[in-house]
């Protein structure tokens, strides 16, 4: 009796340290984020999907965006990692496959590795919905439904934002289509996390 009442105990005093720390947490003021551009920050996790003409592949998403800086995992449905990706505006590091990939070249090494040119730092915008683009058609509420988007002096991407999600007052992306002539990424974002944090 005296141990399950010391067992009671413990588990109270680490009930109630967990629940202090929870708040002292700052929860983010979304009321003062008046646009989506101005979020630096932010944890999507989801699903990927990438199609060309000769094949098609799937994958769940994690991703971490501070800034310039992004962490992406990819992993199969049952849990088993594909790609640990990491890199800023101008390095990436890849671990695939049990070996390790670095270059001053991230689309270059992207496109070397898994076979597709992604624009990683203009997809770390599109997903919040902010673009330098021209937009061709909205949805009923004016929010952007189709874009183009030049990338580069050779390559365009149409980006269709399929459906928005509400957070506070914001409304960010929830699924988007963005497509070349040869490649297809469909992106579902299932959860939003840590914006500006």
Known sequence: MKAFSTLNRLTLLIFVIFIQ???SLSPVDLSKIEHA???QNYTIKGKIAFKTTQQAKSATFYWQQKSSDYHIKLSTYLGIQLADIKGTTNYI????DGANYQSNDPQGLIAKQIGWKLPIQH???????????VVINTHDNGLAKKVL???SSTQEWTI????????????LPQK???ETPTLTV?????????INQ
């Open 37 to 39: 551009n101005q979020i």
């Open 186 to 194: 469909i992106l579902q974002i299932n959860q939003w996390d840590h």
């Open 149 to 151: 988007v030049r990338t």
């Open 176 to 178: 988007i289509k963005c």
């Open 123 to 133: 997809l770390s915008n599109w997903v919040k919905g902010v673009h330098n683009g």
């Open 93 to 96: 590091e890849i671990d695939a």
């Open 21 to 23: 720390a929870c708040s």
């Open 160 to 171: 269709t934002y399929l459906s928005y999600q509400t957070l506070g007052h914001l409304k």
